[in-house]
Each structure stands twice: as C-alpha cells, then as structure tokens.
C-alpha cells in the first residue's frame, strides 16, 4: 500500500477523506512519499472543489499543514477567516499554526476570539493560555 500511485487506485477525490486518510494512516515518516502523492491529490481534488471559498482555503490550508508547508497553511487559513470572519474553528487552527511558528502575537490575537466566542470550549482555552505563558516566557528574554 506504500507504493507510488496507492492513492490514485484506491481513494475517491474527496480531499476531506484523503485528509483523514492521511491522518489517520500515512502519518509515520516511513510513509512520506504516500502522504505527499494523497496530499497533492487532495490538494487538486481541493482546488477543483464546488464549495464555498473560505471553505476550500481552510482545507488548502489543512493540506499544507500536513505537507509540513505551514506558511503556505497559515497563508490559506489567514484567506479563510478573511472571507468568515466569524469561523471560530478555522481562526483556532490559525493560531495553532502561527503558535507553532513562535507568532505569538498573532496567534493571540485568534486565541482570544476563540474564546470569546465560546468561553466554555477548554481546547480553546486551553490554547490561549499556552500562548500567554509563550509570550510571557519570551517576553523575559528580551
């Protein structure tokens, strides 16, 4: 099943299924060259997609993220929340990905919509207070 063209024989061109698949089963770094040959199919799958456009840039950025590509995933989902400034869900995985590139700034700024929109969501919380002992902790080096 780690063979070169696996994921064109066996999964549909759902990119939200490849995602899972991806997740789910090729997650190991001895199955990188499956990951990628599923990620970019579900990035065409993606990009060809009838849906809604935040929609699609918060997958191409989930995509990305998986392929290790975080500031083209930032970049995607920074277009999702600029076309549903509301999206709660898609503004949390902006501020994972910005967290993890040290943005801290940035990631608070989603962190706290989070939170705000749904106070009693832990996940939510709970990222937020990672990045305030982040910025607090890098606040002492300067």
């Known amino acids: 099943i780690r063979e070169p063209g ?8 759902s990119p939200a299924l490849l995602l899972r698949v991806c997740k789910k089963h090729f997650a190991a770094s001895d ?8 990620l970019a199919r579900a990035e065409t799958a993606a990009a060809q997609l009838e849906a809604p456009e935040g929609e699609r840039r918060a997958l191409l950025g989930e995509i990305a993220a998986l392929d290790t590509r975080s500031d083209a995933a930032i970049e995607r989902f920074q277009e999702a929340v600029a ?13 994972e990905l910005l967290f993890s590139r040290g943005r801290y700034d940035e990631a608070h700024e989603h ?7 749904s106070p009693k969501n832990r996940g939510y919380r709970a ?3 990672k990045i305030v002992q ?9």
């Open 6 to 13: 696996v994921a064109e024989k066996l999964f549909p061109e």
């Open 31 to 38: 199955a990188a060259a499956v990951r990628a040959e599923i």
């Open 83 to 95: 076309l549903s400034p509301l999206n709660a869900p898609w503004r949390f995985r902006l501020a």
């Open 111 to 117: 962190a706290r919509f989070c939170v705000r929109s």
């Open 127 to 129: 990222l937020l207070e």
């Open 134 to 142: 982040a910025r607090l902790t890098a606040g002492k080096g300067r």
